[in-house]
């Protein structure tokens, strides 16, 4: 299937219950950013699945602009290992004190042991939605392809699948290394897998790197 | 509460099922770009539960970067209307041909009925998360505010409610009109209320400015 789910499943408006509410709340809370995966393979026709429900993501213009990437073999795999080990060190020693031990010690990827990796770009040159939504605001190109992440996060969670959002990479030296057109934007490195533990507090809030603070609650009102 | 939901009634791990999993993809089937609001008023105790959910969104190193602003005065939010008139004239302007008449024929925004709004803005200077994961990638900041707008906009469909993201002002001429911090940019500006009708297509389809294609699918290998 080439064109997102066949909508015929969803002909009624639906309506949700509270039960339903109380687990998407459950989903939004054990969703995490999963670093450690076990080797068991994942299902092809299950990533069909969701990649099929983030076909239904919101896109400025519906201009639909994701463009998703399986990096498969082990010559491209290890050609973002050695781009992440670069751009990790340069991070490290951006860091003085104290900070630089603890983010030595932080678990920050899954990508020697995810079974599945996608890297997620954006098509910038697309003809689609034609500019609709985006004169002033050019950047809602990349944000649609970030809801469609979003989107495919929670649908794996949902099935019990772990994804974790690698950024420590430099965006045009991924899309050279995995032969991409020059007017694709790397978004997001995503790493997929079943994940060794769950857990309901983040891992960089767990190693004591960055706490929950609630920032931006209460709302400022105008 | 200022730190999200209490995370106690999430005790346990979850496990979801398919009756879940189903309804999750109504869920994306059925959350539309909603431009037409009944003008009934939402309780405000939704919206707290609904914000509160949007907090336990992805972000880069934990940053929390996001800042909501309810934009509920009058005066706010007619500064917010004409910053809309001024973009969408220049928009207009933009196209040529046939593509003049049918974006003018386009229903792109429910400024003006929408009972809630929020302008949704990227703190850009936050001290949280240091830095960590954003080296190469800074645009990461931003893309964890489209994580968090995206949560709400399912959670607030879950209970039916219709959520309509505004791309056509311009972000620092918002930012200004409703007196917010230099460091801030606007990421969103989101138009809530309860929708006069549902849909499972898009509007810009049903209206044949785009349709749905299945661009990004099927998926490239490397």
């Not at 997102?4 to 969703?31: I, K, V, Y």
């Not at 965006?171 to 057109?181: Q, V």
Request: charged letters at 25%; proline letters at 7%; aromatic letters at 10%.
């Amino acid at each position: 299937m080439t064109h997102g789910p066949d909508l015929q499943d969803f002909a009624a408006p639906p309506t949700f219950d509270n039960a339903f509410r109380a687990d998407l709340a459950r989903l939004f809370a054990w969703r995490r950013d999963v670093r450690r995966f076990r080797p068991d393979p994942v299902a092809e026709d299950l990533l069909e699945r969701l990649l099929d429900l983030a076909q239904l993501s919101p896109s400025v213009g519906n201009s639909q602009p994701w463009r998703w990437v399986r990096v498969h073999t082990e010559p491209a795999r290890r050609r973002v290992r050695e781009n992440f080990r670069l751009c990790d060190a340069e991070a490290v020693s951006s860091y003085a004190g104290e900070r630089v031990e603890r983010y030595a010690a932080l678990k920050l990827e899954g990508l020697q042991t995810a079974p599945v990796q996608f890297a997620v770009f954006c098509e910038r040159a697309t003809s689609q939605g034609p500019r609709l939504g985006r004169l002033t605001m050019p950047e809602t190109l990349e944000y649609s392809v970030v809801t469609a992440v979003s989107s495919f996060w929670l649908a794996a969670r949902a099935v019990g699948l772990g994804v974790g959002w690698v950024s420590i990479l430099d965006p045009e030296a991924i899309r050279a290394a995995l032969d991409c057109p020059a007017t694709w934007h790397l978004v997001a490195y995503l790493c997929v897998g079943w994940p060794v533990e769950d857990h309901l507090d983040p891992e960089l809030a767990r190693f004591g790197w960055q706490a929950r603070t609630g920032s931006g609650r209460p709302v400022l009102r105008r």
